[in-house]
């Protein structure tokens, strides 16, 4: 109960930044219709852009990819949680036997995923810096890195959080109650940080 206030809070806490997303844009937007200039949505929106062209238009690519692996780290990091409820820790047979693998395996995996994504993020970060897309340089590169890097440090403490308890397993000779909630709560954690991603990039990457 204790974590999902908290996550709660943490709703709150994304809730204002949309807010000061949307009304950002719907100033400098209405700026830029009053002066006949490019709106610095416009401008920021376009570094996102990437050939092939499909469907008449260009698509975030990287950042699509990117996106699919969080979102599949949290479908491995619920059969994590199915297989702590079963109290299998860890594997039954050989690793190359995916059936058999315990919730010790699908956390890594989930794990695994998460560096990845704050990888390419880190990566993307490189891109955008170096065609002059930095944090000081508009309104809206400030809101973009302000809500993508708060996320990205959401995800590093989703990170910790899986080595933590990874870590506990192999410390402990049994695998107690308290281990099979803190599975589950830590998945709690991951969900709602794989649901935030999947509204930022709709906003940020996708709306127009």
């Known amino acids: 109960m204790g974590t999902l206030i908290w996550l709660a809070s943490e709703l709150m806490f994304f809730a204002a930044l949309f807010a000061a997303y949307f009304s950002l844009r719907d100033h400098t937007n209405a700026t830029a219709a009053a002066t006949g200039q490019q709106s610095m949505w416009e401008w ?3 570094h996102f852009l990437t050939d092939p062209v499909v469907f008449g238009q260009q698509w975030p690519w990287f950042s699509m990819i990117n996106t ?3 979102v599949l780290s949290s479908v491995t990091c619920q059969i994590g949680v199915f297989r702590a409820e079963k109290g299998r820790v860890g594997r039954t047979g050989s690793i190359a036997n995916v059936a058999a693998w315990g919730m010790r395996e699908w956390y ?3 794990f695994v995923m998460g560096a990845i994504f704050i990888g390419g993020q880190a990566y993307e970060y490189t891109l955008l810096v170096s065609e002059g897309f930095v944090l000081s340089t508009n309104a809206y590169t400030g809101a973009f890195f302000l809500a993508t890097g708060f996320h990205g ?4 403490g989703g990170l910790i ?3 933590v308890l990874i870590g506990r397993t192999y410390v402990a000779r049994t695998f107690t109650h308290e281990q099979r909630v803190h599975a589950i709560v830590t998945s709690y954690y991951w969900h709602f940080v794989d649901v935030v991603w ?3 990039f709709a906003v940020i990457y996708l709306i127009r």
Do not use: K, Q
Not at 153 to 156: G, I, P
């Open 108 to 110: 890594l995996l989930t």
């Open 161 to 163: 959080a899986f080595l």
């Open 44 to 46: 920021g929106t376009s």
């Open 68 to 70: 699919t692996i969080l």
């Open 198 to 200: 999947i509204i930022l």
């Open 153 to 156: 440090l959401h995800v590093l």
